[in-house]
Structure formats: C-alpha cells, structure tokens
C-alpha cells in the first residue's frame, strides 16, 4: 500500500481533527498504533505541524467519513490526477539498423585503439553484446577477415564526448605501472667499476695551429730596411 508523502505530518493532522481509531491511522500511515498512540499523547512529533491529506489530493472526504463510521474500514489513497512516467531500466544502447552492420568495425577500433576499455563499457557506446566483443577480441567472428577498424565516432554510433568519459574512467581503473628496480632493464644505474676504469679523459690542451710559411726575422729586418731607404729624400 502507497504511504503519504510525510506520514508522520498526516498522522498529527489525522489524530488532531477527526474520529479515527489509531489501527487505522496507523495502516494509512504506515506507521505503529503504538506510535500513533504516543503522537496522541504528545509524546512524539511535537515539533511537527500537521498535514492535510484532503487538500493535498492523498485522499478524499468521501473516504474519510466513511472510515469514521465504520472503525473497521481501511483508508484507501485517492487516485493521483498526474500519473508519474516510471523510470525505464537501462539496457543495451539501441543502435539504429542502418549503422548496425558498423558496430563490428568499431568495437575492431575500439579493441586496438584503447585495450584499457571493459567490455561493459564498450557495450554502452556502440550498444553490442559481450558475445561479439569476445570474438572480435579472439578472431573468431564469422566477419573477422574483413573487418577494418573505424571510428565509433566518425560512424555515428557514439558521441566524442561519451568517448572520452569512458576512456577517462578506464584510465583511473588501470593500475598503476611499477617503477623500475634498480639492477633491472629500463633502470637508471652507475656504470660499473670493471668498465669505468677503461675509460680515460685526456686534459692536454690541444697545440696551436702552425701557419703554413715560416717567416724568418732576417726577413723581416730586411724589408723593413728597404721600406726605410725609398722613404729617405734624394739629393
């Protein structure tokens, strides 16, 4: 049976204003006649201000008098004038038959592409099943030889957006890599003793370039005599 929206807030309105017994306050309510009993007493909900199920549409005056005539009537909620749609349970993602014979290349792309992505979220951006994915995974898909990887996206079966959600989210569920120990390939070591010793750094500076001709100092006395003589005045 349906409960009011605040129980409790009926009840105090219910025990305030009208002749029902506590069994049936209580059975509308979903609440214990003990506790009816005690909202009575002013034991409980004291700080609680009664509610109006007449005026709220929970239940009609019809109803209520004929309750309060028949202690052994049961209070039956009124009918709602606005029918709430119920929520649809999630299920596979419906893809349209014109893009259906796509999935196959997309679930080939998604499997290369990103291989950090769970087949449950694979299922969720091109709407397949765990069947098809195990044997585009395994080559055993009647189809395989001529598969081509395409892009979920560019086909249409799944926005860019949904993509990197879930490639985001297998990205923090992958574990993390370990780092390298030392000793092992991909560690950074010091070179050891045994070949360090072999190499040597040579510190003599490097000798001065030689000109290609050698020039004498009696050469150049000898012009510069020269020069000196054609410069003095003759008589």
């Known amino acids: ?9 009926t009840a105090v309105w219910l025990v305030d204003n009208t002749s029902l017994t506590f069994d049936q306050i209580a059975e509308f309510c979903t609440l214990h006649p003990l506790e009816v009993k005690a909202i009575a007493d002013g034991e409980s909900a004291q700080g609680i201000k009664g509610m ?30 606005v029918r709430v749609p119920s929520l649809k349970k999630k299920g596979p993602r419906y893809t349209p038959l014109s893009k259906r014979q796509d999935r196959p290349n997309a679930i080939l792309w998604l499997v290369r592409s990103h291989p950090e992505l769970k087949d449950s979220q694979i299922i969720r951006l091109v709407g397949t099943t765990k069947n098809t994915i195990g044997a585009i ?8 030889a001529n598969l081509q990887p395409m892009d979920p996206v560019t086909l249409g079966l799944c926005t860019q957006i949904a993509l990197d959600a879930e490639v985001t989210k297998a990205a923090k569920w992958a574990p993390a890599k370990p780092e390298p120990v030392e000793g092992e390939e991909g560690a950074d070591t010091l070179m050891p003793a045994e070949e360090s010793q072999n190499y040597s750094i040579d510190m003599t500076p490097p000798a001065p370039a030689q000109p290609d001709e050698t020039i004498s100092a009696d050469d150049v006395f000898a012009n510069f005599s020269a020069e000196k003589s054609d410069e003095e005045p003759q008589n």
């Not at 049976?1 to 409790?8: D, E, G, S, T």
């Not at 199920?53 to 202690?71: C, F, H, M, N, Y």
């Not at 995974?137 to 395989?144: A, K």
């Open 1 to 9: 049976m349906a409960a009011p929206l605040m129980p409790k807030a």
């Open 52 to 81: 109006d199920p007449i005026s709220t549409g929970q239940l009609t005056r019809d109803e209520l008098e004929v309750a309060q005539k028949d202690s052994n009537h049961k209070l039956k909620m009124a009918e709602p004038k």
């Open 137 to 144: 995974r395994d080559r055993s898909h009647w189809n395989s």
